[in-house]
């Protein structure tokens, strides 16, 4: 893939950056429950815990409020990778939205998979609001893994002149 | 036309009809012979006289379910409405998805229920005959009679049958008042998501390859989403503006998107009955998203789609311990 064909935003930020794999820094959507998961990373926040700077949170008010559009649009966008996180089972301030989320999920995983996204692309987990830690090593595994396949090509969609969408 | 097919429009006939006469229904949903060959033709009949025209036959690929709710509402401006309707194994099941979600109430319908023999895939036909204009085609009990100008061909009908039709699982209504057949004894195929495990197990790269290849001759037409029963959102996501989820153009991330989105919001209700196949003017194999779907629904929630109006529908339900192994940590 050459950097001209990259969505704009997301082109090496120098001719220098030749190799990659050195250069490349994931760009990775994560999509944080308000009541537990973004809470977990704010606890991460404030207890000054180092983890990539390659992910880019959205706040929602539930799991079971991420649907598969949004998913979708923050690939077709350039995502690298995407991240949701939702409450423990059992912990959802609305009851049962991560358990609903839950079936939704999995089907939409091996659908996506079943057409070709590569796994490590798109990541589900449960994160509680004392979580601060598991969410710090949350954020570096998938990063590794998304910085291990490389820049998003598949399902990006690009305009003829080579910018984003 | 062929024996069984001869008695079936007879009996089909005069049931509609006596229905229609006593007042049991309103009208009566069933096909009849369209102006081209092979293709069938809806009909609402209000009459015993006008029941007279229905005809069964191989051809009828479309789904009677689609239009089934709208027709209920259409004649409840007259009063309370019962609505009679021919239903094979899959139709039944549609009709179950429409109950469950409060599309139609069962004492709305009267089901007629026939075990299906498997539908035959008009393209399938015309196909074989590439180049020449197929201009009659008449069905035997296990052939299809093609004629046209200059030849008269003889094809085995289950050469020319669905996809769905062959790895069908449920040939006989669900859900029905009374049948005009017998129960279908045909024995279901050994392995009918063989077609999906075979694509499971290439690499993401050669399903990416695979999945492109199999839409890129979309033309975006929506013939799939009209025919499908399921799909009566009176906004479909493909002409939502604000956000617009799915661009409108032929790129090919656009067309991906619509497909796999089309696919996902069929989970756990499509019964695969083949009309979005059936109604595709490209020939684009759109069941094998969703009969992906239709294999996890299965394996992992232990469901398959309309079988009891009882029931909720999968994804409108959970379980406690659902499996999550897919998850980063549990
Ligand atoms: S494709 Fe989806 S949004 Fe469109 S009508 Fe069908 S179910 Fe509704
Ligand atoms: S998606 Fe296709 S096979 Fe499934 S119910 Fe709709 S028309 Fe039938
Ligand atoms: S009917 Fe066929 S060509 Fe038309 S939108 Fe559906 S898949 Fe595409």
New binding site residues.
Partial sequence: MTSSSWPRWRRPCHKNCVDETLSFEPKIIAFLCTWCSYAGADLAGISRLQYPPSIRIIKVPCSGRISANLILDAIRSGADGVLVSGCHPGDCHYQSGNYHARRRFVLLKNLLEFVGLESDRLHFTWISASEGEQFAAVVREVTDRVRGLGPATRFVKHLPDGSGK | MSQLNETITRALRERAGDLLAAGTVDAFVGFTTGTVPMVMRPLVARTPEEARQFVWNSFCVL?PANFLPELVQTLSGEGQVRVGVVATGCWSR?MVVQIQENRLRREQIHIVGIASRGMVLPRRVRALFAGREITRVEEKEHELVVSGPGFSETVSRWSVVRD?CRTCSHPNPVLFDEMLTSHSTRNPVADRFDQIEEIERMTPEERYQWFQGEVATCIRCYACRN????CYCPTCFVDESRPQWVGKSLDPVDVSLFHILRAYH?AGR???????EAACPMGIRM?LF?RKLEKDVLALFGTEAGMDPGQPQPLATYGLDDPQDFMLRG
């Fill in positions: 789904n549609n769905n025919a499908c029963p399921l069929c499509c019964t695969d009955c083949g009309a979005c069941r969703t």
